[in-house]
């Protein structure tokens, strides 16, 4: 019993967790590394200016805090107009599922999620998931609690 113990143990310390259930199953290391074809448009910046991941790009919104909140709400980035919509629905929040699923179709994503016929700006799609899933753990290693 107490060898299941521990390596229960062991494996729930190896993944971030949330207190709603936003456990991410990838790779956080992966993530890092896969995280490099992100920076040319994003950046992860915490509330104190500390950037944690990518440089000072501003093309796509920073990630800092997505996971576990709804979906295309980052203060100061102008989404578009699907995108805006996605935000307005509450029960889209950045789970793993959702976020794999974006990354890896943006427009098709949101035109499914919201019925619209618009387009994401977000024209860069993460061809395998489980670089998706990788990504996601890492963006998980890096955010605050969720506040929904």
Do not use: W
């Amino acid at each position: 019993m107490f060898r299941t113990l521990t390596i229960l143990a062991v494996s729930t310390l190896a993944l971030p967790a949330f207190a709603d259930g936003h456990a991410a199953s990838g790779d956080v290391a992966a993530g890092e590394k896969a995280f490099r074809q992100c920076v040319s448009c994003h950046v992860v910046q915490n509330e104190d200016g500390d950037i944690l991941a990518g440089k000072r790009a501003k093309t796509g919104p920073n990630l800092f805090g997505i996971v576990g909140n709804n979906f295309g709400t980052v203060d100061g980035f102008r989404y578009s107009d699907i995108n805006q919509l996605a935000g307005t629905m509450t029960d889209i929040v950045v789970t793993e599922e959702v976020f794999v699923a974006y990354v890896q179709d943006p427009t098709a994503y949101l035109r499914d999620a919201t019925g619209d016929k618009g387009r994401s700006k977000m024209t860069y799609k993460v061809r395998k998931q489980e670089d998706a899933t990788n990504l996601y753990a890492y963006l998980a290693s890096l955010s605050p609690e969720p506040t929904n």
